[in-house]
């Protein structure tokens, strides 16, 4: 049998594992075309034309390769920072917030203002007290003014004609000689009224003394109203 002859070519440095896969095919080849009794004497070479490959396919394609890496290598340390920079902004976050809490539980809590209790209503303010004259004309008119407050009618005319007759405006004088006197109820005052009758018309309001002179005057006035009409219709002992 003669032997199977393989065309060769140059083969470079890097397309040596490919041409040896080459031959190792061939061989079976060869094996499989064995000579069975009535064929020919001899078998055909065969001829294999050689990869055409070059170094600068190879040059790319391990540049490609090594790109791809580096681009994978990049993406995964980009995400490993940008997974630490997550959990360090997490792990800040919740040592601010655990921070504020202990701050928090330290700091005092204010009471809340008191509510101003709310202003009481002013009180009215006092009238003013009318200020009269301490002699027979300021007696006379602050008798007036109450008489009038009471509705008891008199003037100032009629008052001052009486009481000069009475007492000449002395609200000491007393009269011990007549039969009230006599009685043991001397007239009294200004007006000179006698005790029981004072106190029977006493205006509310005046001193209880019957020499005081604008307690004399109201009271004797009252008295004449009920009697007379007013203290004006009176011309004479009452």
């Known amino acids: 049998m003669r032997s199977t002859t393989i065309g060769t070519a140059r083969l470079t440095k890097a ?3 490919s041409a040896a896969g080459i031959t190792v095919a061939m061989g ?35 540049h490609l390769t090594q790109q791809a890496k580096t681009t994978a290598a990049d993406a995964a340390d980009a995400k490993k920072k940008a997974d630490a920079a997550a959990k360090a902004k997490a792990d800040k976050a919740r040592a601010d917030k655990q921070a504020a809490s202990r701050s928090e539980a330290r700091t005092p809590v204010k009471p809340a203002p008191a509510k101003p209790a709310p202003a009481k209503p002013a009180a009215p303010a006092a009238p003013v007290k009318k200020a009269y004259a301490d002699n027979l004309d300021g007696w006379i008119k602050e008798s007036l003014d109450i008489l009038k407050s009471k509705n008891i009618p008199a003037s100032y005319e009629g008052i001052k004609r009486n009481v000069m007759r009475e007492s000449t405006g002395n609200p000491r004088a007393i009269n011990d000689w007549d039969i009230n006197a006599a009685n043991g109820v001397p007239s009294k005052g200004l007006l000179q009224i006698i005790d029981p009758t004072f106190k029977a018309y006493h205006v509310e309001g005046t001193s209880w003394d019957p020499y005081d ?3 004399n005057i109201t009271a004797s ?8 009409g007013s203290m004006d219709n009176v011309n004479s002992a009452y």
């Open 28 to 62: 079976a080849a060869a094996v499989a075309m064995a000579v069975t009794p009535g064929q020919a004497a001899e078998t055909p070479s065969i001829a294999v034309q050689p990869v055409a490959w070059t170094t600068t396919d190879l040059g790319a394609h391990h």
């Open 15 to 17: 397309h040596k594992l």
């Open 213 to 215: 002179p604008v307690a």
């Open 221 to 228: 006035c009252n008295y004449a109203a009920d009697k007379y």
